[in-house]
């Protein structure tokens, strides 16, 4: 005994420390940041719409389960207890009565249908593909979700270099200002260069509070997306985005879309919705047979009405005609003293059993059938539409995400050069300012022009980096950075 309890509390211990390793890969303790996958998982199990999605395939699964059911047989059964005042026939006795009467009726019944046109059959089937387009719309929703996600976790990235660029120009004309001021007070420059400085400072920090909004504006669309609850103390995990040493572009956009054919549920749930519309069809067919079924019943009852002799005494002779002959005829006559019969003697006395078979032969239904058979039909040629739009439309997005990413490659390339340049350019302007050959209003013409070439590079190189995802997402990849 002292074994088997350590051997269960072996097991307890063991499935609490599963779970909190389960717990602490999903959900990171606080003030950790979070990863990727980490928020993709929160994404996928709170979000909202993917709750919703989930609930729309709990529903399909209770209607397949329920058209599994409509195979068997229904049982119903009925009890009534009535009181009956006024002339009546009591339809156990089949006598009149013209007082109060207690009735009482138990029913059971059952039907069961052999046959219907393989409907119950057809219904089945299609709504085991309901139930795969369910759960299909389900994953397809966690595709579109991750996504989602991805790109807001890029976006953060992407306005935190952002403001780190601010904070550079910020602390670099602060300093420029700084040496302006005392060479101003010395009375080496001109005042003018330094009010230009001050402007251009103004204007770089109205830009680093922007630059701050947008990285807080970044984190509660994460955050909103992750369903949680506030977005403070919200940080995530900040990989390395290294510039690729070549275009990553390595297989053609026809390649990439006989991929996402595979891979995307969207498509395989297209095809699913036209199945369940084939199925539809044969439903829609089977109105126009026979519908046979078998159906049985047991009942009885009680009934005030329902009496039995209790017992009799003789009371004389009753005169109630004379012969041809002169001799009376008489008829003896007793006081007769009745009960009602009891409930459990009635229960067997008025058992009734039925059993039989029903055929329904469908002749005119005012065109119904006709109709439900045409809308099935068309119901099916949506669905193959919906194939051929969903496989264009994932062509169209294939190709645009394909051309998108290549073109951002160029950029990312020529932003690289851009910065470079203006880099050195910028270096040359600063050393003729410093040396006091240059004014103010030119020194910032060109750190506005190495800020704008430094933000075009960023933005290029998150542009790339997401179109990349986007392809990987088409092909059923996993979304990692």
């Known amino acids: 005994m002292k074994r088997i309890l ?5 097991l307890v211990l063991h499935s609490v420390l599963l779970a909190q390793d389960s717990a602490t890969f999903f959900m990171p303790l606080a003030g950790q940041p979070w990863t990727l996958q980490q928020c993709i998982l929160q994404a996928q199990t709170s979000n909202l719409q993917v709750r919703q999605a989930q609930l729309n395939a709990q529903n399909a699964q209770i209607n397949l389960q329920q058209s599994k059911a409509n195979l068997l047989p229904n049982v119903n059964a009925n009890a009534s207890h009535t009181y009956q005042y006024g002339r009546t026939v009591d339809r156990f006795t089949n006598s009149f009565a ?20 393989m409907q119950n059959y057809n219904a089945i089937q ?8 369910g759960m299909l719309q389900v994953e397809q929703t ?9 790109s807001a976790y890029l976006n953060i990235l992407y ?18 200002v700084a040496r302006m001021q005392k060479m101003v007070d010395a009375g080496a420059v001109a005042k003018g260069n330094l009010l230009s400085l001050q402007s251009q400072l103004a204007q770089e920090e109205l830009a680093l509070v922007n630059a701050k909004n947008n990285v807080m504006l970044a984190y509660l669309t994460l955050t909103q997306l992750l369903n949680l609850d506030s977005a403070a103390g919200f940080a ?3 990989p390395d985005l290294a510039a690729p040493v070549g275009n990553m572009l390595t297989t053609s956009p026809e390649q990439i879309y ?3 054919l595979q891979a995307q549920p969207a498509i395989k749930k297209a095809e699913v919705d036209f199945m369940s519309a084939d199925k539809g069809v044969d439903i829609a067919y089977g109105g126009l047979s026979p519908t046979l079924s078998v159906t049985g019943s047991i009942g009885t009852g009680y009934s005030g009405l329902s009496k039995t002799v209790e017992s009799s005494t003789y009371s004389g002779n009753d005169t109630v005609g004379v012969t041809t002959g002169g001799d009376f005829v008489l008829v003896p006559t007793f006081n007769n003293t009745f009960q009602v019969v009891p409930f459990s003697d009635q229960l067997d006395n008025n058992l009734n059993k039925a059993i039989g078979l029903q055929l329904t032969v469908p002749i005119f239904n005012r065109m119904q059938t006709s109709s439900n058979i045409s809308r099935a039909k068309i119901q099916r040629e949506s669905a193959q539409v919906n194939i051929d739009l969903a496989q264009q439309q994932l062509r169209k997005n294939v190709e645009q995400a394909y051309a998108d990413a290549n073109a951002a490659w160029l950029r990312w390339q020529a932003s690289e ?19 006091g050959v240059l004014n103010a209003v030119d020194y910032n013409t060109e750190k506005n022009k190495l800020a704008k070439a430094q933000a075009d590079l960023i933005q290029a190189k998150f542009d790339y980096i997401f179109r990349l995802k986007v392809l990987d997402y088409y092909q059923g990849k996993p979304i990692t950075f």
């Not at 350590?6 to 072996?10: D, K, M, Q, T, Y």
């Not at 013209?98 to 046109?117: E, K, M, P, T």
């Not at 952002?162 to 420029?176: R, S």
């Open 159 to 176: 306005a935190e270099e952002q403001l780190h660029v601010a904070e550079t120009q910020v602390k670099i004309t602060a300093d420029q």
């Open 258 to 260: 006989q991929s996402a």
């Open 98 to 117: 013209n007082d109060r009467v207690l009735s009482q009726n138990f029913y059971l019944s059952s039907n069961l249908v052999l046959f219907s046109g």
């Open 6 to 10: 350590i051997f269960v509390l072996f």
């Open 236 to 238: 995530i995990v900040k």
């Open 142 to 150: 966690q595709y579109d979700i991750g996504m989602n996600v991805a």
């Open 417 to 435: 050069k851009a910065v470079q340049a203006q880099q050195e350019a910028f270096r040359y302007t600063e050393e003729k300012f410093n040396a």
């Open 126 to 133: 299609q709504n085991r593909y309901n139930f795969q387009s």
